[in-house]
């Protein structure tokens, strides 16, 4: 299974290229790591963010227990400085946020540090690669999205320039 998660993320790879997004492909077994993953850092993301990392990966295997489904995650790393005073108006724009979201999630680290967006999906073995390379593009190209389109205004309720009362008015309904 390690082989065919490694030939799924080079395939995103060369789709990544293809729509001219640059990527780095990581070796777990080389780095250290307990997967391989993929890693791109966009440079102008969404309204005003920049330098936006967004890794990719399947989690890896358990050993000793058989493995019954490809597990595809995409997290983008959003800020990772943020205003620990200002973390409960965060949190709260996050519920709201989370409760609106079609999938995925966005995150805070527990240190109060990192913003994320996390999006995954459970792909079954017996999918052919074909399907499954599908699969993981639409969630990348989803996760991409939801991220882009929601982070700044997370990002401005932490640093102040978005209050919750502006935020909540920006939410459906």
Known sequence: MKKRKEQLLKALQKRMKESEIESVYRDGESEGIPMDILTILVNEFGNGLTDVMGEFFFMPEIEGIAEDALRFNCIFTLSEQLDTERLPELYEA?????????????????????????NSIVLSPELDDATALEQITINFAFSMNVSERFADVLVRVNDGRLSMEEFRGLLPG
Request: no cysteine; glycine share 12%.
């Open 94 to 118: 996050i519920g709201l946020l989370n409760f609106y979201t079609e999938a995925g999630t966005f995150a805070v680290d527990k240190a109060g540090n990192m913003l994320v967006y996390r």
